[in-house]
């Protein structure tokens, strides 16, 4: 399969699972993902050491149309933290350092992704 013939939604579901390989490399300590709620996901909830960290995963064939972390605009990123507030009081987390992270990923083949991390985005 080739970058063009995955559908949006193939392509960032690649990404994804990308991102998890890339995180757990990067010993990182995956709870859960796709956490869905209040109409929104989270890609990624994971410990980085203790800290709690909300992974935004960002994918993109190219750059056409700018890098993929630039799409994490103010909308989007109020809605991230409204649903990392639902998922603490939901999993009664209290007294926790949480951060949230971005990975943008760029395919650059048919397994392999260009990857840039930052931490602590937002």
């Known amino acids: 399969m080739n970058n063009d013939s995955q559908t949006p939604y193939e392509l960032g579901k690649s ?22 709620l209040f109409r929104g996901e989270i890609d990624i909830i994971a410990y980085d050491k203790q800290t709690l960290v909300f992974v935004e995963v960002k994918t993109r064939r190219n750059c056409q149309f700018g890098m993929p972390e630039e799409s994490v605009n103010p909308r989007k990123q109020r809605q991230l933290r409204k ?18 992270d971005v990975l ?6 048919r397994n392999c992704y260009r990857v840039r991390h930052i931490k602590n985005a937002f």
């Open 15 to 36: 990404g994804e699972a990308a991102a998890v390989n890339f995180l757990t490399r990067q010993k990182y300590r995956i709870v859960t993902t796709g956490f869905r």
């Open 83 to 100: 649903i990392a507030q639902g998922y603490l009081s939901l999993n009664n987390i209290k007294n926790t350092e949480c951060r949230f």
């Open 104 to 109: 943008s990923l760029i395919k650059e083949g």
